[in-house]
């Protein structure tokens, strides 16, 4: 076992983790933040996206020992329990979810895609919403989404 | 939780790491883990120690001099793709680097680990093949360099060997009146490519006076395409025959046919790719 510190959403942990538990599990099982995925634990499909340290990454690719000292933003750690961001409204707005399994990594995405570029597009639009996949939506909904909200964060 | 259990080993010098996997057992480095840890949660291979490169500030330097740019293996792919003086200094691994995998994958992955991996499919391998690059490598007996023509051996196989690391890779510039790009054929952005290219091309007094073409997809490392670019060399940018270079460029080589494509479509996708990435590189160079 390994002794690590990472501050989740804001909140400082101190961990024992086996170093082959990646930090996704970390995540769900050792704090309780169901709300980051897991579609298929080997970074294709996107669904279990985070932030550290201010970088969008796949929390599935990284093992939890790794993140010892980092700062991580789950889905839980963007809005408070009573309000929406602008990228979790426009998602509502354009249907942007139906089953909703894709759409933690995808709002955190949308989220880290705006910050680093906040007009993007539409191919950086759909550049930089590749790393994402959704079974259900058929992307339109999604990629409409993410033009919404890059429109309500700049006004 | 799906990898097998590891002893989990963090060094703070080339040294330390170096002998830390000089120990026994199977050991392996672990860099921006984007390629070992899906091949560890499929159970394809299992390690008794991983050793973390991410805290040993000499991998993670950028240095640019007037003849070469010199990049450290741990620099992570977003950090170089940002990097406006390295991508000023060496233009083709900037823009290889838009086609690596998707921003948060450039967010972990790092440029040491590509070309370590040396995935025949991946851009940046390729890109040292063309520029001529060197690969500084550190061993319990030393330091020592290795030209990009002798690193890649096989398909995931490199002249590394097994208690080594790749320290930093120097890139050589080329200077004004240059041009580079890359092009590549796949499914979608993001993807592995199925073939693709990355080339650049010098003009001196209104003649191609340096030509580079990397091939990658075409064969079980990336690959040059020598006679391709004897055909272009000494040539008025004018009077390029595109056509000639692309068939030129693939004509011996037997890339393999798999679930993506089958060889003779990698060929002829392959031609034509070249054909663009050509005309690109020269436009590009005649613009200064
Ligand atoms: C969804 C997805 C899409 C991708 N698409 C592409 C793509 O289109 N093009 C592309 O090129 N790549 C792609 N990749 C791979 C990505 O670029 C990896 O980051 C890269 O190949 C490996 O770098 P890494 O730092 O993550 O290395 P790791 O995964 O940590 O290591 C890879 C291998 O290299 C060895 N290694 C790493 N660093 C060193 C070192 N300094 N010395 C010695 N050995 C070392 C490791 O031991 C391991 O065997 C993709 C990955 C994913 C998950
Ligand atoms: S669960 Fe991480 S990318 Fe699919
Ligand atoms: S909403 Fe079902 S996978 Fe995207």
Not at chain 1, 39 to 68: K, N, P, W, Y
Not at chain 2, 209 to 224: C, E, K, Q, V
Request: charged share 20%; glycine share 10%.
């Amino acid at each position: 076992m390994a002794d690590i510190t990472i501050i989740v959403n804001g909140t400082v942990h101190q961990l024992s983790v086996e170093p082959r538990k990646i930090l996704a599990d970390v995540l769900r099982e050792d704090l309780g933040l169901t709300g980051t995925h897991l579609g298929c634990e080997h970074g294709v499909c996107g669904a279990c996206t985070v932030i550290v340290d201010g970088d969008a990454v796949r929390s599935c690719l990284q093992f939890g020992v790794q993140a010892d000292g980092a700062s991580v933003t789950t889905i839980e750690g963007l809005s408070s329990a009573d309000e929406l961001t602008a990228v979790q409204q426009a998602m509502a707005d354009h249907h942007g979810l139906q089953c909703g399994f894709c759409t933690p990594g995808m709002v955190v995405s949308i989220t880290a895609l705006l910050d680093a570029n906040p007009d993007p597009d539409d191919q950086q639009i759909r550049e930089g919403m590749s790393g994402n996949l959704c079974r259900c939506t058929g992307y339109q909904g999604i990629l409409r989404a993410v033009r919404q909200a890059a429109e309500a964060r700049s006004t | 939780m799906k990898p097998a259990a590891f002893d989990y080993v963090l060094p703070s010098s080339v040294e330390e790491a170096v002998s830390a996997l000089a120990g026994e057992g199977d050991r392996k480095v672990l860099a921006g883990g984007q390629s070992l840890i899906p091949v560890m949660a499929m159970r394809l291979v299992a390690f008794d120690e991983l050793i973390d490169l991410r805290a040993i500030d000499e991998l993670k330097r950028i240095e640019i001099t007037d003849d070469s740019a010199t990049v450290g293996a741990m620099v992570r792919q977003a950090t170089a793709e940002q990097h406006q003086e390295l991508c000023a200094a060496v233009p083709l691994l900037g823009q290889a680097l838009a086609h690596v995998g998707h921003f948060q994958i450039r967010n972990r992955g790092t440029i040491g680990g590509s070309i370590a991996h040396a995935d025949p499919a991946a851009e940046l391998p390729a890109v040292a093949l063309a520029l001529n690059a060197s690969m500084e490598v550190a061993g319990q007996s030393g330091r020592r360099t290795v030209t990009a023509a002798d690193f890649f051996e096989s398909t995931f196989t490199t002249a590394l060997a097994e208690n080594e690391i790749l320290t930093s890779i120097r890139f050589p510039i080329w200077g004004p009146q240059s041009g580079f790009a890359v092009e590549e054929i796949s499914r979608r952005h993001g993807d592995f490519a199925i073939v693709g290219t990355a080339c650049g091309v010098r003009i001196d007094n209104g003649a191609i006076a340096a030509a580079s073409i990397g091939l990658f997809g075409m064969g079980s490392t990336p690959l040059r395409a020598p006679d391709a670019e004897a055909l272009l060399i000494g040539t008025n940018p004018g009077d390029v025959d595109l056509g000639a270079i692309g068939t030129t460029a693939v004509g011996d080589l037997e890339p393999t046919s798999d679930v993506h494509a089958s060889s003779e479509y990698r060929k002829a996708v392959g031609a034509n790719v070249v054909a663009q990435a050509v005309t690109r590189a020269i436009e590009e160079a005649q613009r200064g």
